[in-house]
């Protein structure tokens, strides 16, 4: 029994946080995303904005989504789909319906430009709306968004146009 007071004390001891626990895996830093389209070079989307989408090869449709971000960790280079990597989702909504979209996937980030964005190209936004051509011309919300290992990224969504084989 005289082992148990110290053994307690040294328990207790070892769930107190101390300077050599310091997480700094994660960094602090500014983080943003951009939500565009595109498969070989990002296309930023505005509001108002077409919103190309197409007849794919198996019969379905669907839109490209592409995201730009800064301040997020690109993820590990030798496992693309590692579920540590960042996570990216795309949603297209008209009116709370959901009409297209593309949850929760892990992805390496590649580098994009020379000014420090990383993201994904060319995502396919799958339709699962009923008759999708005939949202030629029709006002949508796209969403999409990015988040890391740390939980850094964000979402971004714009009001566009969705528009049959047309950019």
Request: aromatic fraction near 6%.
């Amino acid at each position: 029994m005289s082992h148990l007071a110290p053994m307690l004390a040294l328990l207790a001891l070892m769930g107190c946080p101390g300077r050599d626990n310091i997480d700094t895996a994660c960094p602090a830093l500014e983080s943003s995303v951009e939500l565009g389209t595109g498969t070989e070079s990002f296309i930023p989307l505005e509001d108002g904005d077409p919103l190309r989408f197409e007849r794919g090869p198996q019969g379905g449709y669907h839109a490209y989504g592409s995201l730009r971000a800064t301040g997020v960790d690109a993820g590990d280079p030798n496992a693309p789909f590692d579920l540590e990597n960042p996570h990216i989702w795309f949603k297209l909504e008209r009116d709370g319906e959901e009409l297209a979209l593309l949850l929760d996937q892990p992805r390496l980030l590649q580098p994009l430009d020379d000014e420090g964005h990383v993201g994904v190209l060319g995502e396919l936004v799958i339709f699962s709306f009923a008759d999708p051509p005939a949202l030629d011309g029709a006002a949508v919300t796209f969403r999409g968004g990015l988040t890391d290992s740390c939980g850094r990224g964000g979402e971004s969504s714009h009001e566009v146009v969705l528009n049959l084989g047309a950019l």
